[in-house]
């Protein structure tokens, strides 16, 4: 059973930074499209990031319009973790954070404007609060 556990969510500042981490049990996560979600109360979830292994060590992201050159995801293989780094925080980017998995390697490449409703693997979750 797959099994996604996040970390690392925080209070920060407008222009700050964060690392988020999901660390993976149950199988490899270069076995899966893995990808970042975030959900605000009353708004519909969207996605954040989705990396893929494209070959040994070297892995291909895919970003939302609102991220692409702020948040970097990241795979770690020895630990079996996901991670993202998200720089230059607004205010916007308030949010439940969920890891997510999918054996779907296509559904990385639609993570712009994706609900995530393709992905069977969660995790619970870690908020992120950015403040002004």
């Known amino acids: 059973q797959v099994e996604l556990v996040e970390s690392g969510g925080d209070s920060v500042q407008a222009g700050g930074s964060l690392r988020l981490s999901c660390s993976v049990s149950?199988?490899?996560?270069?076995?899966?499209?893995m990808a970042w979600f975030r959900q605000v109360p009353g708004k519909e979830r969207e996605g954040v990031a989705a990396?893929?292994?494209?070959?040994?060590?070297?892995?291909?992201?895919y970003y939302s319009d609102s991220t692409k050159g702020r948040f970097s995801i990241g795979e770690d293989n020895d630990k079996n973790m996901l991670t993202l780094h998200m720089n230059r925080l607004k205010v916007e980017d308030t949010a439940m954070y969920y890891c997510?998995?999918?054996?779907?390697?296509?559904?990385?490449?639609?993570?712009?404007?994706?609900?995530?409703?393709?992905?069977?693997?969660w995790g619970q979750g870690t908020q992120v609060t950015v403040s002004s």
């Open positions: 990396i893929l292994p494209s070959a040994p060590d070297t892995f291909y992201g």
């Open positions: 149950g199988d490899t996560v270069s076995n899966f499209c």
């Open positions: 997510a998995a999918a054996r779907s390697r296509s559904l990385c490449t639609r993570i712009n404007g994706a609900s995530g409703s393709d992905f069977p693997y």
